[in-house]
């Protein structure tokens, strides 16, 4: 793989496009399924209602949710139906990205000694009330 060109347009070559494609694939995987490290322990983090094994998308080899990555001409609503199902996997993981980040600036604000809850409590205290 080291060397490999992988192109996420339809270049010069199917082949690789495909290729491109399977490996975007690989990496949606990495972050959706517990064989990658992103979701250990950033399971509470999916939105209510909708954990389980069903949030995320089926992925197999090139396929997901049983629709092939690979492009072909030949069948082109089984390729939409794959690229639909992997960009909303991508949103799934921006959604829990997010509520990571906001979690982990809570985390901060509220360590004992925080620079951050002291920053606040003196833009807090320089307030003047309004004259009404």
């Known amino acids: ?9 339809m270049g010069s070559s199917e082949e690789r496009f495909n290729k491109g494609l399977v490996m975007l694939l690989d990496v949606v995987d990495l972050f959706t399924h517990e064989k990658g490290s992103f979701l250990k322990g950033h399971r509470h983090l999916i939105p209510k209602g909708k954990g389980g094994s069903s949030y995320f998308s089926v992925i197999q080899e090139d396929k997901i949710n049983g629709s092939s990555i690979r492009f072909s001409s030949d069948n082109l609503e089984q390729w939409t139906r794959a690229c639909k199902c992997m960009l909303a996997d991508i949103q799934k993981v921006t959604v829990i990205c997010k509520n990571k980040d906001a979690e982990d600036q809570i985390n901060k604000f509220n360590e004992p000694g925080s620079m951050y809850k002291t920053i606040a409590a003196s833009n807090v205290s320089q307030r003047k009330p309004a004259n009404r």
């Open 1 to 9: 793989m080291a060397g490999e060109k992988y192109e996420l347009y």
